[in-house]
């Protein structure tokens, strides 16, 4: 059965940080980039950042870019993203994107 299960979300002051997990399973994982969408309320589900198989290649939405880190564990099957000086605007629900979706973790950023 293929699955990604994110962790890692929650509520957290402006400035702080977060680092998100992704776990895979069912499926060849160092075959398939990865990659961290978001979606907020009331909006489109956006890109966020993304990782080549041999993580020889990331990729950052301009918002987020100089802030978060993607990154991944071929022999674990993970992928992670460390979010750093959040903002109120980072507040959305994460979502780790393979050959399928996660089920997505709260990211909630307010004082």
């Known amino acids: 059965q293929v699955q990604l299960v994110e962790s890692g979300g929650g509520l957290v002051q402006p400035g702080g940080s977060l680092r998100l997990s992704c776990a895979a399973s069912g499926f060849t994982f160092s075959a398939y980039t990865m990659s961290w969408y978001r979606q907020a309320s009331g909006k489109e589900r956006e890109l966020v950042a993304s990782?080549?198989?041999?993580?020889?290649?990331?990729n950052y939405a301009d918002s987020v870019r100089g802030r978060f880190t993607i990154s991944r564990d071929n022999a674990k099957k993970m992928v992670y993203l460390q979010m750093n000086s959040l903002k109120p605007e980072d507040t959305a629900v994460y979502y780790c994107k393979g050959p399928i979706w996660g089920q997505g973790t709260q990211v909630t950023v307010s004082s």
């Open positions: 990782i080549t198989v041999t993580s020889g290649r990331t």
